[in-house]
């Protein structure tokens, strides 16, 4: 039966891709996606396949069970896109001001709702119980995946799989990893207050840009003196906002960043470390400051019996033809709740457009669009050795 779904999936192709390039058009930032999850609801109505809508949000969840007993597994796919201007030249760009699918989202949302329609068709055969976990708000912490946990909705649930095309693996390639997969995520805001003055009379003032300046040069002390050198941690400054005009001493600076860890005691570290550092730095400048740190997404950390499971379904499926366990990536996802409370796994789906060099969340990023089928493939395969090997 499984060479079958491959096949039908084959065959919906081109409906996978029209889906992907509408959607793409369309792009809806997270926790505004209305129109998005109404377009995802309308799909499965058409279908005839049960759905709701507004779990944990905009979440939209359908369910179809198959006349066989078996396993109730989710199936993830999100669909929020970014504060991002498309640069790109091509007939299905963004058609909403400053907004885009840069991050393959369109591609994830395609991918669940032609698998949904393939696998009605098999309804009769079907072992089990397929959860299509459409979810908001993947991009901006707190994101939708906790909400969605904590409505219940999931509660039945056995496992979670799910797949993000990776714009920057090749096409043709599966990566997973049997332990921790992605970065925990966080973000801070610091604000350094001084006392402004003249550009010509320094000596009068406390200058919020020279001591924010140095705090960027402390801060990365924490991670090459404050760490232990074999655990992995980035403390990146992403914005640094102060002044008003060239002859002017600022007032205050402003900076921003994200912390990326792999363990949760580390997390812990960086921030009592980055509170002495802040203090120490603007006390010996006689400065005062605010610092907000706000903890994002945990670190994605995938069950080594289901990682092996989504390896096997990889070898099933044609187009796949290296399968590779990979160290843990850097970026972040909010699929760690999922595993945090559930059995289940996380993969990439080699995505690379031949020619396009750009990553996710960048203005020309893009996918190959063949890799869409390819993911839905390895979810059903996936789900299918769930199964049988649980």
């Given amino acids: 039966m499984l060479r079958d779904i491959h096949n039908l999936i084959d065959n919906l192709y081109p409906e996978m891709v029209?889906?992907?390039?509408?959607?793409?058009?369309?792009?809806?930032?997270?926790?505004?996606?209305?129109?998005?999850?109404?377009?995802?609801?309308?799909?499965?109505?058409?279908l005839g396949i049960p759905f709701e809508m507004n779990v944990g949000g905009n979440g939209v969840i359908a369910t179809l069970k198959g006349k066989k007993p078996?396993?109730?597994?989710?199936?993830?796919?999100?669909?929020?896109?970014?504060?991002?201007?498309?640069?790109n030249n091509i007939s299905y760009k963004s058609k909403v001001d400053g907004v885009m699918h840069a991050c393959g989202h369109d591609g994830h949302t395609a991918s669940m709702l032609v698998l949904a329609k393939a696998m009605k068709s098999f309804q009769q055969n079907l072992p089990g119980t397929i959860v299509f976990l459409h979810q908001h708000a993947e991009e901006y912490a707190p994101g939708g995946a906790k909400p969605i946990l904590e409505s219940g909705k999931l509660d039945d649930v056995e496992a979670v799989l799910g797949s993000h095309l990776w714009a920057t693996t090749p096409f043709g390639v599966l990566q997973t990893s049997k332990n921790v997969f992605m970065a925990g995520n966080d973000r801070f805001e610091i604000t350094v207050q001084g006392q402004g003055g003249h550009g010509g009379y320094p000596q009068?003032?406390?200058?919020?840009?020279?001591?924010?300046?140095?705090?960027?040069?402390?801060?990365?002390?924490?991670?090459?003196?404050?760490?232990?050198?074999?655990?992995?941690?980035?403390?990146t400054i992403?914005?640094?906002?102060?002044?008003?005009?060239?002859?002017?001493?600022?007032?205050?600076?402003?900076?921003v960043g994200t912390?990326?860890?792999l363990n949760e005691s580390v997390r812990e570290t960086v921030m009592e470390e980055m509170e002495k550092i802040i203090k120490g730095t603007c006390v010996s400048y006689d400065a005062s400051y605010k610092f907000d740190y706000v903890k994002g997404y945990p670190p994605l950390i995938n069950h080594a019996e289901d990682a092996e499971l989504v390896m096997q379904a990889g070898s099933c499926v044609d187009e796949i033809n290296t399968i590779e366990e990979i160290k843990p990536v850097m970026a972040s996802e909010d699929f760690a709740y999922y595993t945090m409370k559930k059995p289940g796994t996380y993969f990439f789906t080699g995505a690379n457009k031949e020619g396009n060099p750009y990553p996710h969340h960048h203005p020309k990023f893009d996918i190959d669009e063949r890799a869409i089928p390819i993911a839905a493939k390895v979810l059903i395969s996936a789900y299918f050795k769930y199964q049988e090997n649980n």
Avoid: W
């Fill in 18 to 46: 029209e889906i992907r390039r509408y959607l793409h058009q369309y792009p809806e930032l997270s926790f505004q996606e209305t129109k998005t999850a109404q377009y995802i609801a309308g799909y499965y109505k058409k």
């Fill in 70 to 87: 078996g396993k109730t597994i989710a199936l993830r796919a999100d669909f929020d896109a970014l504060p991002i201007q498309e640069e």
């Fill in 204 to 235: 009068q003032t406390k200058d919020a840009i020279v001591i924010a300046s140095q705090l960027v040069s402390n801060l990365q002390q924490i991670s090459s003196r404050r760490i232990d050198p074999l655990d992995t941690v980035v403390l």
């Fill in 238 to 255: 992403g914005i640094f906002e102060s002044g008003s005009a060239f002859n002017i001493i600022a007032d205050s600076a402003k900076l």
């Fill in 259 to 261: 912390v990326r860890y």
